[in-house]
Nanobody, 123 residues
Framework: QVQLVESGGGSVQAGGSLRLSCAAS????????MGWFRQVPGKEREKVAT????????AYSDSMKDRFTISQDNGKNTVSLQMNSLKPEDTAMYYC????????????????WGKGTLVTISS
């Protein structure tokens, strides 16, 4: 099992920045990719960004690739999401997730999930 704990959410004004972090524990060695997803009540969960933990290859949602950056801390089981130029429509619960199979990262069918951290952007 892999445990994921998110941190860094909060409330900022539009145009501001936030950095989310996800600390992984347990059988982290089983994971091949990690990612960030977000969900607004009443809407489907949306993939934000993913990173393959071996190659550090990243992928982003088209609507966020110019403003968000996913990274993995060297030597640490931590994946971060730097979010800049935040907009009110970025308001959502943000979830960290991990998968032990590569195609799960591409499809978004992750195996392990954190409990989420709330991001609120005011106009």
């Amino acid at each position: 099992q892999v445990q994921l704990v998110e941190s860094g959410g909060g409330s900022v004004q539009a145009g501001g920045s936030l950095r989310l972090s996800c600390a992984a524990s347990g059988e982290f060695y089983r994971t091949v990719c990690m990612g960030w997803f977000r969900q607004v009540p009443g809407k489907e969960r949306e993939k934000v960004a993913t990173i393959y933990t071996g190659s550090r290859t990243t992928a982003y949602s088209d609507s966020m690739k110019d403003r968000f950056t996913i990274s993995q801390d060297n030597g640490k089981n931590t994946v971060s999401l730097q979010m800049n130029s935040l907009k009110p429509e970025d308001t959502a619960m943000y979830y960290c997730a991990a998968a032990s199979i590569g195609h799960r990262c591409a499809s978004g069918a992750m195996e392990y999930w954190g409990k989420g951290t709330l991001v609120t952007i005011s106009s």
